[in-house]
């Protein structure tokens, strides 16, 4: 019974100095240890609208090879971004690539 409560003393003060050196390092006191790599966010990448944009820039999104971003062009108008499967333009598998990357802008049509 004793040696339970000996090892439990021993884990709680182990759990607490690891508590403590982690505040430590993160509020600037102790040694200077970083505990993750500060990362800094990405910018929002502006969307591409579909009805506007040049076969140059339709080429840019991932995955769009030149004859893809001429097919895109030469079906417009597009009304909605799944006209791109529905009009098989592209298949679901190239469309999920960019489909957070374009637009469609209800007034350019």
């Known amino acids: ?49 579909l009805n506007q944009a040049g076969v140059e820039e339709l080429g840019r999104l991932p995955g769009i090879t030149p004859s893809l971003a001429e097919r895109i062009a030469r079906n417009r ?6 006209d791109l499967v529905t009009r098989k333009v592209l298949g679901k598998k190239q469309f999920a690539r960019i489909r957070e990357l374009v637009l469609v802008n209800r007034g350019s049509q």
Do not use: S
Not at 10 to 23: F, K, S, T, Y
């Open 1 to 49: 019974m004793r040696r339970a409560f000996v090892l439990i003393g021993l884990g709680a003060a182990a759990i607490l100095a690891g508590v403590a050196w982690l505040a430590a390092a993160q509020f600037g006191g102790g040694e200077k240890t970083p505990l993750a790599p500060m990362r800094a966010e990405a910018p929002t990448p502006i969307k591409v609208d």
């Open 77 to 82: 108008p597009y009304r909605k971004l799944d």
